[in-house]
């Protein structure tokens, strides 16, 4: 449902039914966003997140696209743009891991093509457009934001998903080059770093972190909850850190400090 000019500010979530998405949707909303949901699909946990935004109090527009694909891409910043007449917040969150664990010499390039498709490009091409769209803007009504979710293995090899670390080192650097380009508007362009968050996503390697976690490799002895990972760009997104562009936060746990 389109809605009318409001002063309450608006957020688009890609990949956001569920997951890291949704923990942002609703962190968002306590703040009083309204909120522009995107999907590649639309099904029951996708009307759970609706209705439990709508008990938050916020106006939601879901948008079905893959972000991946230009033209669906495109439609969905329109749709985005207009459906609560601007955006104070982009949320480039839409992920993918990859198909299967194994030996980078055996990558191939149609699984790899995919997957920067999807955590890569579609978050370079989505902040270019919205970028543009909220420089032209004449009236903007508050702070204003790029979020990208990159991840621990922004910085952390895992050879067995060598694509997919490649993605998420490249939104930290498309993080810092939007950052410089847009440093003299009031837009600020930041990068979340979540460790071990418990999500679908990580759910089949479940049993494996619950070991490792308890052997030590995150400092903070747990799995991280996407409404954790949410608290942090909904921080960031209502302007917390004014003098502040470029910069990676870690929701992790203390997984990045190197220690023995
Ligand atoms: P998730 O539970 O798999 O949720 C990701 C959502 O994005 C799904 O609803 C998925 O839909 C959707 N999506 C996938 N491809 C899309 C596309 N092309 N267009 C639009 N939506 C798309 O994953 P998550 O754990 O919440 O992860 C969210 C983000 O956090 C990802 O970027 C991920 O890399 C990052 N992250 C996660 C963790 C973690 O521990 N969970 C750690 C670090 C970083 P389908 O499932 O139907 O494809």
Redesign the pocket.
Known sequence: MTQTHTVRPAALV??A?????KGICLALARKGYDIVI????HDADMDNTVAELAREGARTEVVI????DPQARADLAERAWQAFGSLNCLVN?????VKVRGDILDVGEAGFDTLIS??LK?MFFLTQDIARRMIADEAPRGSRTIVS????NALFASVERAEYCLS?TGISMATKLFALRLANTDIRVYEIR????E????RVVKAKYDQRIADGLTPIQRFGT?DEVGLAVATLAEGAFPFSTGDALHIDGGLHIPHF
């Open positions: 890609t990949g039914r569920r997951g890291i998405g995107n999907d590649i699909t696209a893959d972000v991946a969150n839409a992920g993918i891991s999807v955590n579609a979710i990159s991840s621990a998420k979540p460790g071990i968050i999500t679908d996503m990580t996407a």
